[in-house]
């Protein structure tokens, strides 16, 4: 059974910094495609960041997040991990950590918000102006 509990959120002032985590269990999280989404009052989820699984550990960024964000891993513990620095008002939502199974390379790198398969409970980030 696949369980991903989020934490590090928090309230923070427009230009700062936080860094999200993601303990999976019942899936290796190098092997597989993950993903951080988020979701702002009334507005549906969008993906933020993925991560493809292997080695290589290919990243896709939305362009709203490129350049401020980073999505990475840590192996050892099994963690999916984002670091958001330069924080707007916009970025305030509440953000889910999320994995597909079987899903590899450009399936993983372009999949729909609607495909992953567990997510977590989310980590609420408050950006004040």
């Known amino acids: 059974q696949v369980q991903l509990v989020e934490s590090g959120g928090g309230s923070v002032q427009a230009g700062g910094s936080l860094r999200l985590s993601c303990a999976a269990s019942?899936?290796?999280?190098?092997?597989?495609?993950m993903a951080w989404v988020r979701q702002a009052p009334e507005k549906g989820r969008e993906v933020v960041a993925r991560?493809?699984?292997?080695?290589?550990?290919?990243?896709f960024y939305a362009d709203f997040v490129k350049g401020r964000f980073t999505i990475s891993r840590d192996n050892a513990k099994n963690t999916l991990d984002l670091q958001m620095n330069r924080l707007k008002p916009e970025d305030t939502a509440m953000y889910y950590c999320?994995?597909?199974?079987?899903?590899?390379?450009?399936?993983?790198?372009?999949?729909?918000?609607?495909?992953?398969?567990?997510w977590g409970q989310g980590t609420q980030v408050t950006v004040s102006s």
């Open positions: 019942g899936v290796v999280v190098s092997g597989s495609c």
């Open positions: 999320a994995v597909a199974l079987g899903r590899y390379y450009n399936d993983c790198y372009w999949l729909a918000t609607a495909k992953y398969d567990s």
């Open positions: 991560l493809v699984a292997g080695d290589d550990g290919v990243t």
